[in-house]
């Protein structure tokens, strides 16, 4: 059984309807009424030792960061601001206590940056394994609230930042062929973290230990109205965009060329021999923002993301629902087109 079948069994069998309930399983976050005018978001990820993360090469305190930002990240998906933080936190019966030290300091660090309070959770005893599950309440405007129904065909498709380059940082901690970090120092810039590596894989080290949220792009985005849908890249552009697509009812077709942050992978390309379209439309964990606007309100969305300094970037079109999630790209013969739907990141299936 696929991640996606099983969700929608569970799906099935859950009462979707309750007072004061306004979105349950089916987007980045549940939407719960909290007065007249304002609601709740409330999203929960558990990331595992050994499937999410290696502490071979993944500092506790990078760790610690990463598990707060992919939580904040469904948060900023629906336009919202995180305000509480749960933490449910499973390790082992000999766990390392300067280790634990440490990836508390990166989930308090991360709480201060994004403005929200760790308020509780559990600890338990892990057979083996490091688990970490954190739930993330957040609030927003109830008509601010930004969704992944909405989508129409004609409509523009964008994404924020770049793609691919977390998938490539993984795939170079996996081959051995880079260094790892052994600690970060308290004080410590994080951007100074990765000056051993070369500027060109730097990002992709970075992108992949240390992902951040984009709440104020999501904020801003969801306060022009103008958005149609959007969701987090969490599960790779072909798996997040058809699941989007498929709670619009609508298709959709993505540009190869217009992806953004192809130059930046040529150089982690050549040195894995690895297609950096993989690693862009499959790889999975950008945390960048997907979002779909009407070709009317283009400058809208450049002028937000430029107040925001994030870079924004058209990658394709809402097509009907039809012709699915189609890739475009160029060749000698012409354009050619192929179905991309679900190609990313599953927990069920082998990768």
């Given at each position: 059984m696929r991640e996606r079948d099983l969700i929608q069994q569970?799906?099935?069998?859950?009462?979707?309807?309750?007072?004061?309930?306004?979105?349950?399983?089916?987007?980045?976050?549940?939407?719960?009424?909290?007065?007249?005018?304002?609601?709740?978001?409330?999203?929960?990820?558990?990331?595992?030792?050994s499937i999410h993360f290696d502490c071979s090469w993944h500092p506790p305190y990078l760790l610690g960061r990463k598990a707060v930002s992919v939580n904040v990240s469904d948060i900023a998906a629906m336009g919202g601001e995180p305000v509480?933080?749960?933490?449910?936190?499973?390790?082992?019966?000999?766990?390392?206590?300067?280790?634990?030290?440490?990836?508390?300091?990166?989930?308090?660090?991360?709480?201060?940056?994004?403005?929200?309070?760790?308020?509780?959770?559990?600890?338990?005893?892990?057979?083996?394994?490091?688990?970490?599950?954190?739930?993330?309440?957040?609030?927003?405007?109830?008509?601010?609230?930004?969704?992944?129904?909405?989508?129409?065909?004609?409509?523009?498709?964008?994404?924020?930042?770049?793609?691919?380059?977390?998938?490539?940082?993984?795939?170079?901690?996996?081959?051995?062929?880079?260094?790892?970090?052994?600690?970060?120092?308290?004080?410590?810039?994080?951007?100074?973290?990765?000056?051993c590596y070369s500027a060109e894989i730097a990002p992709c080290l970075q992108a992949h230990l240390d992902p951040e949220a984009r709440t104020g792009l999501g904020r801003a985005l969801a306060q022009t109205g103008c958005i149609h849908a959007m969701m987090d890249l969490s599960d790779g552009l072909a798996t997040d965009l058809a699941h989007l697509c498929q709670q619009s009812r609508v298709g959709a077709r993505i540009e190869a060329e217009k992806l953004p942050g192809r130059k930046g992978l040529a150089a982690a390309a050549r040195l894995l021999h690895t297609k950096r379209s993989d690693w862009m439309l499959t790889g999975g964990e950008d945390y960048e923002l997907l979002f779909i606007a009407s070709p009317q309100d283009s400058q809208v969305v450049l002028d937000v993301a430029a107040k925001e300094g994030?870079?924004?970037?058209?990658?394709?079109?809402?097509?009907?629902?039809?012709?699915?999630?189609?890739?475009?790209?160029?060749?000698?013969?012409?354009?050619?087109?192929?179905?991309?739907?679900?190609?990313?990141?599953?927990?069920f299936t082998r990768n």
């Open positions: 569970i799906q099935d069998l859950t009462t979707q309807k309750a007072e004061g309930l306004v979105q349950g399983i089916g987007d980045d976050c549940a939407v719960v009424v909290k007065d007249q005018v304002n609601v709740w978001l409330l999203t929960m990820d558990t990331l595992i030792e509480f933080v749960l933490l449910s936190l499973g390790l082992p019966a000999d766990f390392d206590a300067a280790w634990v030290t440490e990836l508390s300091r990166g989930i308090n660090e991360a709480c201060s940056q994004y403005g929200c309070l760790l308020i509780g959770g559990d600890t338990v005893c892990s057979p083996e394994k490091v688990s970490l599950t954190l739930t993330l309440i957040g609030e927003s405007a109830q008509d601010q609230v930004v969704y992944r129904h909405g989508a129409c065909p004609e409509d523009i498709i964008w994404v924020s930042g770049s793609l691919g380059h977390a998938a490539a940082g993984l795939d170079f901690f996996r081959s051995g062929k880079v260094p790892t970090i052994q600690a970060v120092k308290p004080g410590q810039a994080r951007q100074g973290l990765l000056g994030i870079r924004v970037s058209p990658v394709g079109v809402i097509t009907s629902s039809s012709q699915g999630v189609l890739l475009q790209e160029r060749s000698a013969d012409g354009n050619k087109e192929q179905p991309i739907a679900f190609q990313g990141f599953d927990h």
